[in-house]
C-alpha cells in the first residue's frame, strides 16, 4: 500500500479490473453489483431507494451533490446502496434546503463513496460485459478475486421492508389500499395518498389470510430488489389473493411477481435499466411514455401466461414494460409511475388503479 497516495480509494472488479480513485464518505470496505443510473438528477432519490439494495451504484451524470442532502427527497428511511461512484462530488452544495452533503450523509450512514474515475468508462465495461460483481476499498490487497465472484444478492427483500403494518390514512378516504412492501417508494404512498386512498403498507411475509382479514380495496405490490424468483414464498400467498378478485397493481419487482404468481417466467438482463429516460411503448394507444426505471430482471414475452396480455414494451430492446390480466382486475408496469426522480409522464397508472377498486365496489354494490 506504499505506493498509493494518501486518499485513494479503489473499485475492484470480479473481470480484473481496477480503478483508483478519491475517497469520500464513509472508510469502509464493500462488495456489491455494480450497476449504473443515467439519471441526471434526482440523486438522493436513487441512494435512498431500497431496489439498489445489495449493489454499488454509478452515476453517470458527471457532478453529484450540488444541492446537498435534503431529508423531504429521501424516497425511504434510509440509503440502501452498498457504494456510490461519481465523477466529481460537489463538496461545497448550494441550495435553499440543504441540510449537509454527500460526504457526511454516507458517513453517517457507512457508506463508501468512490469519486475522480473515468465512469463512462466504467459504464462502456458494464454495458458490454454486464453487470459485474465488485468491491470499494482503500486496501485493494485484502481483497481476493474469489470474494468478488461470490458475492451474491440474497435475500434481499426480508432486509427492505417493514417489520409490522404502517399507516398512512388521509381524510375523507374514498378506498382502501394495502400496499405490500418488498422495498417500496414512499412516492408511491403519495400518489395514492393524492387520490384519496388510506394506505396501510404491510411486511412482505404477511400471508394472504391476514390480507384478507383487512378486506382492502386494492392491492399494489411494490418495486423492490433482488432476484424476482426467490421470493417463493411471496409468490404462493400472492396466487391465493388472486383468487380473491381484489384489484392488483404491481410496480417493478411487484410486476414480476405477478407475473411469476400467474405462471410467468423472468430472467436477468445484461445490464438492467435503471434512469429517468427510458421509452416504453403503450401497444394498445401507441404512444410512447420517457418512464424512471431501476431494474435488473424482466418478465419474458416469449413465456407469458395465457389470462397475461402484453401491454407496454420498452421502446430501445422490445423487454416487458406492463402485462394486463383477463381472469382478475389486475395490471402491471415494469416502470416506476411515480417517478422520483424521473419523469411523471405515467402517473396516470395510479388513476387506473383507483377507476379499477371503483368498478369493482360498483359491483358489489
Given at each position: 500500500m506504499d505506493c498509493f497516495s494518501a486518499g485513494s480509494r479503489f473499485l475492484l472488479l470480479e473481470d480484473g479490473h481496477i480503478f483508483e480513485g478519491k475517497a469520500f464518505g464513509a472508510k469502509a470496505s464493500m462488495f456489491g453489483e455494480v450497476v449504473f443510473t443515467t439519471n441526471m438528477t434526482g440523486y438522493l432519490e436513487t441512494v435512498t431507494d431500497p431496489s439498489y439494495e445489495g449493489q454499488i451504484v454509478v452515476q453517470t451524470f458527471p457532478l453529484i451533490g450540488n444541492y446537498g442532502v435534503n431529508?423531504?427527497?429521501?424516497?425511504?428511511?434510509?440509503?440502501?446502496?452498498?457504494?456510490?461512484?461519481?465523477?466529481?462530488?460537489?463538496?461545497?452544495?448550494?441550495?435553499?434546503?440543504?441540510?449537509?452533503?454527500?460526504?457526511?450523509?454516507?458517513?453517517?450512514?457507512?457508506?463508501?463513496?468512490?469519486?475522480?474515475?473515468?465512469?463512462?468508462?466504467?459504464?462502456?465495461?458494464?454495458?458490454?460485459?454486464?453487470?459485474?460483481?465488485?468491491?470499494?476499498?482503500d486496501d485493494p490487497q485484502s481483497i481476493t478475486t474469489a470474494q468478488l465472484q461470490g458475492y451474491q444478492i440474497g435475500d434481499a427483500v426480508s432486509r427492505v421492508t417493514v417489520q409490522a403494518p404502517e399507516?398512512?390514512?388521509?381524510?375523507?378516504?374514498?378506498?382502501?389500499?394495502?400496499?405490500?412492501?418488498?422495498?417500496?417508494?414512499?412516492?408511491?404512498?403519495?400518489?395514492?395518498?393524492?387520490?384519496?386512498?388510506?394506505?396501510?403498507?404491510?411486511?412482505?411475509f404477511w400471508t394472504a389470510r391476514q390480507i384478507a382479514a383487512e378486506a382492502p380495496d386494492g392491492i399494489l405490490l411494490s418495486n423492490g430488489p433482488g432476484n424476482p424468483e426467490?421470493?417463493?414464498?411471496?409468490?404462493?400467498?400472492?396466487q391465493?389473493?388472486?383468487?380473491?378478485?381484489?384489484?392488483?397493481?404491481?410496480?417493478?419487482?411487484?410486476?414480476?411477481?405477478?407475473?411469476?404468481?400467474?405462471?410467468?417466467?423472468?430472467e436477468k438482463l445484461k445490464y438492467g435499466h435503471r434512469g429517468g429516460n427510458h421509452p416504453v411503448r403503450d401497444l394498445v394507444t401507441g404512444r410512447t411514455y420517457i418512464t424512471s426505471q431501476n431494474h435488473g430482471y424482466a418478465v419474458r414475452l416469449d413465456k407469458l401466461p395465457p389470462n397475461a396480455l402484453s401491454r407496454c414494451v420498452n421502446a430501445n430492446d422490445g423487454t416487458c414494460e406492463g402485462l394486463d390480466y383477463t381472469d382478475f382486475p389486475g395490471f402491471s408496469a415494469q416502470f416506476h409511475p411515480e417517478a422520483c426522480g424521473g419523469p411523471k409522464d405515467t402517473e396516470f397508472l395510479f388513476d387506473r388503479f383507483v377507476q379499477t377498486m371503483e368498478g369493482r365496489k360498483a359491483t358489489c354494490r
Open positions: 431529508p423531504a427527497d429521501y424516497e425511504s428511511r434510509k440509503p440502501f446502496v452498498q457504494g456510490y461512484i461519481v465523477k466529481e462530488w460537489c463538496q461545497s452544495p448550494s441550495h435553499f434546503a440543504c441540510a449537509g452533503t454527500l460526504d457526511a450523509f454516507f458517513q453517517r450512514y457507512g457508506i463508501p463513496g468512490l469519486s475522480g474515475i473515468d465512469t463512462r468508462a466504467l459504464t462502456k465495461l458494464i454495458r458490454s460485459a454486464g453487470v459485474l460483481r465488485g468491491a470499494l476499498t399507516r398512512h390514512p388521509v381524510g375523507d378516504a374514498k378506498y382502501k389500499v394495502l400496499l405490500w412492501d418488498f422495498g417500496v417508494k414512499d412516492s408511491s404512498i403519495r400518489r395514492l395518498n393524492e387520490r384519496g386512498c388510506d394506505v396501510t403498507v404491510i411486511p412482505s426467490e421470493n417463493t414464498g411471496i409468490i404462493a400467498e400472492l391465493r389473493v388472486i383468487q380473491t378478485k381484489l384489484p392488483v397493481f404491481g410496480i417493478c419487482l411487484g410486476h414480476q411477481l405477478l407475473a411469476l404468481a400467474n405462471g410467468g417466467v423472468t
